[in-house]
């Protein structure tokens, strides 16, 4: 039952996010990354991962991807991205990542086909739960919450300097 | 439930997609997406992994993920916005202020 509404939502995920790359408009991009981060909350609820999900709803699809699309349509770019240049080719350079990738590959089967991933642990309903999820946070990772928040502060004033019309 | 595998190749298929959408595109704000789609894949098999050793440390790291994934981008398109000021582009080969 959580396979057929898993495998939809990664086919929708995989396929919003090949749009997301080959999309010629930046808004369109945009708006299938939108797609993108819903259909990944609907991953992270069938892998149980409320709280999770809903916080991709409300700071990727909410908050980063307005935050996207008012920086595209402040820089009015409707016509910059219609020729696509290729790079010269090196012929080390590719082969040398495509063996790094299949062996990439090769191993991650490897490991993933292991016996020891066959048996999962048993969860609790109440798993992936804000309650639970926020004890966690406020017990062991206390110290990593307040860096993240300083780490915010710290990007909020970069961006207003960086934004800032003149430096005086 | 779904198989760990089955999460993992979903993670490792999207993040693919996001190296190759920072490889082959030039708008600086599609690349921006391409990371934020890798940062994503990333929350994937964190969550997966969480899930099936039922502990919680993945959903906080995605959480981490997820605020680092916030502040990178209010930085990154303000500097657009910045280089955007100078030079009327947001195609990254004309990006070359800081080239000596």
Known sequence: ?168 | MVPLSHCLILSATMFSIGVLGVLIRRNAIVVFMSIEIMLNAVNISLIAFDRYMNQHDGQIFSFMVIAVAAAEVSVGLAIVIAVFRNKPTVNLDEFNLMKW
């Open chain 1, 1 to 168: 039952m959580e396979l057929l509404i898993f495998y939809p939502l990664a086919i929708a995920c995989v396929v919003l996010s090949m749009l997301v790359v080959f999309n010629s408009s930046p808004i369109a991009s945009a708006m299938s990354l939108i797609g993108m981060m819903l259909c990944l909350a609907g991953v992270f609820v069938v892998l149980q991962a409320h709280f999770l999900a809903a916080l991709q709803v409300i700071i990727y699809a909410g908050a980063i991807m307005v935050l996207f699309m008012f920086v595209i349509m402040l820089l009015n770019l409707s016509d910059d991205d219609k020729q696509w240049v290729a790079r010269e080719r090196n012929l080390f350079l590719s082969v040398s990542a495509g063996a790094l990738i299949l062996g990439v590959l090769y191993k991650f089967i490897d490991i993933t086909s292991g016996t020891e991933f066959n048996s999962p642990a048993e969860v609790p309903d109440t798993f992936g739960t804000v309650r639970q999820v926020g004890t966690t946070l406020f017990t062991d990772f206390v110290l990593p919450f307040e860096v993240a928040s300083i780490l915010l502060l710290v990007a909020m004033i970069g961006a207003v300097v960086l934004a800032k019309s003149k430096v005086d």
